[in-house]
């Protein structure tokens, strides 16, 4: 595959993602009439939507990672160069931030904010380690051809089960912290959510070898 094209996917692919996650957060938020759980579940089924679809299309051409630490799983295990790897990780980065301002410029909203939203503590931390180690089991774990419907319902379903409504994943938090809405999180809280994200990818490797089919 060229390679161009691979890293264009990967820009694209998270580029939607965060325009998705941020665009249907901005307009939960205007239409919810302040109702927190009205506009949490439109903003889990945009993207839930979204993640599938952006899968499905994507994942012929780079493997639909859209995720830094999914991206450094696949070079841990072999299945990417260190500099496929950091290709991957830089076009996920980007992507995340032109995604943050295309939803701003489509909601015409100042293209250029930050997060006041704090999103800290104990729970919070435990929250991502879990929500990042059960999206790396799901897709080490996914049948051949599930990956899409799997992803797309776990993330839909941990949206509300963790109590950090499920990031997981590094180039999320960076989108995200540069959105003062209702996805949004404080940069200075972004960190260690950076930090229980990159250790529940090792959580979620590590169980998915234990719980690996017996071969025959």
Not at 58 to 75: D, K, T, W, Y
Request: glycine share 8%.
């Amino acid at each position: 595959m060229n390679t161009n094209k691979v890293i264009a996917a990967e820009w694209v692919g998270t580029a939607a993602l965060l325009a998705t996650v941020i665009g249907s957060g901005i307009m939960a938020e205007r239409l919810s009439a302040g109702n927190a759980g009205v506009a949490l579940l439109a903003n889990t089924l945009a993207t839930v939507f979204a993640l599938y679809v952006l899968i499905e299309t994507l994942a012929p051409i780079s493997g639909a990672h859209f995720n830094p630490v999914v991206s450094m799983v696949m070079v841990w295990r072999d299945k990417l160069s260190l500099k496929q790897g950091l290709g991957y990780v830089c076009a996920q980065l980007l992507g995340a931030v032109c995604g943050a301002w295309l939803a701003h410029a489509m909601f015409d909203v100042s293209l250029l904010q930050f997060s006041i939203k704090h999103r800290s503590g104990l729970g919070q931390w435990i929250a991502e380690l879990v929500a990042t180690a059960g999206l790396l089991f799901v897709i080490l774990r996914a049948p051949t051809n599930k990956a899409a419907p799997l992803v797309a319902c776990y993330i839909g379903a941990a949206y509300w089960f963790t109590a950090s409504t499920s990031f997981a994943n590094p180039a999320a938090v960076l989108g995200r912290l540069l959105t003062d809405s209702f996805a949004g999180i404080a940069p200075i809280d972004a960190p260690a959510f950076v930090l229980a994200q990159c250790v529940g990818a090792l959580m979620g490797v590590v169980l998915s070898t234990q719980l690996a089919p017996d071969s025959h």
